[in-house]
């Protein structure tokens, strides 16, 4: 486990399960909430991927980051889909308790931006950052509006996952001699073209630490009549979110609404409205063979979506900032790293020492707080 300058990593016990956080040495355990930041990666990645964004954040601040069950050093616990990501969320309320953490800022990357909501629903925070955030509806398998387009949710969770990429997983596969590599898809889908980084073998390393053990990456599938012929199985963790499982929306409806910062790249090409993803999108491509049409299988709009639910919570009395950051893929913290430090400082309300120098940018505010 590769750690960089001033990062510490403890396995937390729970009685859920073990979990691994990344802390900053010299951070304060007293700070309060408003100073405290808790980071949550996403799919097929660790706790690792945070280690600059942590580092470069001021001392002020309290700064965490979780792996999640089955991923990292975290313990390998089999993941009950039929619950969306609640085991996800629970355990990160379980371990924040551990650590003394009663409320604090989250943000979440792409699966870890629905674990965050889902968190939400259940937990006071103080914030929200979501990165390149899965759709709140869930990956594929819906319109616009949410609604589902088969009882069966016929194409989405582990059955849409290539076969050979997890083989490479679990070989630990570290080349780029293959469109399936690990390495491969970390340039292809993590970042977009022309990002390079020293750490690139930390990247890869987090990714290479997902557990592919029963009820982890990717889960279980079942046959189904309907086009592509697989649907959701119960366990593992792309089916905590089909879209049979996994519903955020309701966050509209929270009483006490806190406030939201959404960060997504233009150029992101796993969460987008024509994601590469998408079993739906690549049989309009003719990359699935058999794909029944637009009106039975349509791509899932995924960033229209998370667009709607969030200026219906901004609507509903919500404080909602987008940025959108051109040019920029899934992996905003990585690719812009001075911009995304920037917007979050701001989003926090951190009042310390200036933040140093950073491109403008270009924020929608769907709705300021009153």
């Keep these: 486990m590769t750690l960089f300058d001033g990062i510490t990593a403890r396995l937390v016990e729970t009685d859920r399960t073990s979990v691994n956080v990344l802390e900053r040495v010299g951070d304060d355990l007293a700070t309060p909430a408003e100073r405290t930041v808790v980071f949550v990666h996403g799919n097929v990645s660790s706790s690792l991927f945070w280690q600059e964004i942590m580092q470069d954040l001021p001392s002020e601040l309290r700064v965490l980051a979780v792996d999640l069950r089955g991923f990292g050093r975290s313990e390998h616990t089999p993941v009950d889909a039929t619950r969306g990501v609640r085991d996800f969320s629970d355990d990160l309320f379980a371990t924040l308790r551990a650590r003394g953490i009663a409320e604090a800022h989250l943000v979440g990357w792409s699966l870890g931006g629905g674990v965050v909501l889902q968190y939400a629903l259940d937990h006071p925070v103080r914030s929200l950052t979501l990165q390149s955030p899965v759709s709140p509806y869930g990956f594929g398998g819906t319109r616009r509006d949410g609604s589902r387009l088969t009882d069966d949710d016929a194409g989405t969770g582990a059955g849409a996952a290539n076969d050979d990429f997890v083989q490479r997983l679990i070989d630990h596969d570290t080349t780029a001699d293959a469109p399936t590599s690990p390495r491969s898809v970390f340039r292809s889908g993590y970042v977009a073209a022309g990002y390079s980084s020293e750490y690139e073998d930390v990247w890869v390393e987090s990714m290479l630490s997902t557990s592919t053990a029963g009820g982890n990456y990717p889960g279980d599938a079942v046959p189904t009549?309907?086009?592509?012929?697989?649907?959701?199985?119960?366990?593992?963790?792309?089916?905590?979110?089909?879209?049979?499982?996994?519903?955020?929306?309701?966050?509209?409806?929270?009483?006490?609404?806190?406030?939201?910062?959404?960060?997504?790249?233009?150029?992101?090409?796993?969460?987008?409205?024509?994601?590469?993803?998408?079993?739906?999108?690549?049989?309009?491509?003719?990359?699935?063979?058999?794909?029944?049409?637009?009106?039975?299988?349509?791509?899932?709009?995924?960033?229209?979506?998370?667009?709607?639910?969030?200026?219906?919570?901004?609507?509903?009395?919500?404080?909602?900032?987008?940025?959108?950051?051109?040019?920029?893929?899934?992996?905003?913290?990585?690719?812009?790293?001075?911009?995304?430090?920037?917007?979050?400082?701001?989003?926090?309300?951190?009042?310390?020492?200036?933040?140093?120098?950073?491109?403008?940018?270009?924020?929608?505010?769907?709705?300021?707080a009153d």
């Design 225 to 368: 009549a309907t086009w592509p012929g697989f649907a959701p199985g119960t366990t593992g963790v792309l089916n905590t979110l089909a879209p049979k499982y996994f519903d955020v929306s309701g966050i509209v409806d929270l009483a006490i609404k806190p406030p939201i910062l959404w960060i997504h790249g233009t150029a992101d090409v796993i969460i987008s409205d024509t994601s590469f993803s998408d079993l739906n999108h690549l049989g309009s491509l003719g990359v699935v063979p058999g794909w029944p049409g637009a009106d039975v299988a349509p791509a899932q709009p995924m960033v229209s979506q998370t667009r709607d639910v969030l200026s219906a919570y901004a609507a509903g009395g919500g404080e909602v900032t987008e940025l959108s950051v051109d040019g920029a893929g899934h992996s905003v913290h990585l690719e812009r790293p001075a911009q995304f430090r920037q917007a979050l400082l701001t989003h926090i309300g951190y009042v310390g020492r200036p933040a140093d120098p950073a491109p403008p940018t270009e924020a929608i505010i769907l709705r300021s």
